[in-house]
């Protein structure tokens, strides 16, 4: 997803309004053993973020059947979230704009929301516990170390697990400039255990480039970023300069801010992933949201 002008500007838009959302900040979404939630972003040709739909507005897909629609909630929702950046020693010379930006996320986080910093190199660090203070976020920021290699698929799997006990919506906002080098875990396995766990994967990818001896040679973040946000129903961001971090930042925050909850009631619990298409009537706009679930006999416990 390249930025453009008129992203950013549809951004800007976003953050004043969400001015009015405070006083109407919905109570958390509670999954229950049979409800299936899908957070579900809606944009138009331009990218912009599209706010006022109704449920009649909306078709779920189950495995390419039709199924009714018996959650519809459009109000901001809590979110519980793990910002997780890439400190290996490429983004040493970014860090003040990296830092920058995630604390124009962390800004942008609502009195009913909690967020946890975190931190992947050749170690992962978490560097605050969860909370709704904007401040000790923030001041968290400047615990974060510096090491070599890229642990991004074990860092994503740590946000996950510090994730997995929290109600309602749970996310992990993931910035890394690079390919993963030393992870344990690989990306389907994350893959895997964010869909079991409903965690839903923002991913921001930095193009850099070095002087390989010979010539400069531009890289791209790790490929398989793009596909964790695709399935859980997050975004995927490339950007060329870092320049676009915080407008990306601000953007997912505001994205976040303006998600539509819909619900059904899965007919057959069989234990297996089933496919999910969430599409929206209206021409002109698309619908994101999570393309697979785990048709288990129970939800996951949650606190």
């Known amino acids: 997803m390249k930025l453009t ?33 899908l957070y579900t972003t809606v944009i138009d040709a331009q990218g912009r ?17 039709p199924q009714e629609i018996d959650l519809f909630i459009n109000e901001v929702q809590p979110i519980t979230v793990v910002v997780m950046l890439d400190t290996s020693a490429s983004m040493t010379g970014n860090l003040k704009l990296l830092t ?26 978490f560097a605050s516990e969860f909370t709704s203070n904007r401040d000790s976020l923030i001041g968290a920021l400047k615990d974060l170390d510096f090491g070599n290699p890229t642990r991004l698929y074990d860092a994503i799997d740590a946000s996950i697990t510090e994730l997995q006990d929290f109600e309602g919506r749970r996310v992990v906002l993931v910035f890394t400039d690079g390919d993963d080098t030393g992870s344990r875990a690989g990306s389907g396995d994350v893959l895997d255990r964010a869909r079991e766990k409903e965690v839903m994967i923002y991913a921001i990818g930095l ?80 619908a994101r949201a999570r393309k697979s679930y785990v048709a288990a006999s129970e939800a996951p416990a949650t606190r």
Not at 111 to 125: S, W
Not at 210 to 222: A, C, E, H, L, Q
Not at 227 to 253: H, I, M, N, S, W
């Open 5 to 37: 002008l008129k992203i950013v500007a549809g951004a800007a838009l976003v953050t004043l309004a969400l001015a009015a959302t405070l006083s109407r900040q919905g109570p958390t979404f509670k999954s229950s053993t049979r409800t299936v939630p």
């Open 49 to 65: 973020l599209v706010p006022g739909l109704e449920k009649e507005d909306f078709d779920i897909l189950d495995e390419n059947k």
């Open 100 to 125: 920058q930006a995630a604390e124009a996320f962390l800004m942008r986080l609502l009195p009913e929301d909690q967020g946890r910093v975190g931190a992947f190199n050749d170690k992962i660090q």
């Open 207 to 286: 193009q850099t480039d070095y002087f390989n001896g010979v010539s400069r040679v531009r890289t791209k973040p790790d490929r398989s970023l793009r596909k964790l946000a695709d399935e859980t129903g997050g975004g995927y961001f490339e950007l060329e300069k870092t320049a676009e971090l915080q407008p990306t930042f601000t953007r997912v925050a505001n994205e976040l801010h303006s998600q539509y909850v819909l619900g059904f009631t899965p007919k057959l619990l069989d234990g297996k992933v089933h496919r999910l298409a969430v599409r929206v009537k209206r021409p002109g706009l698309t």
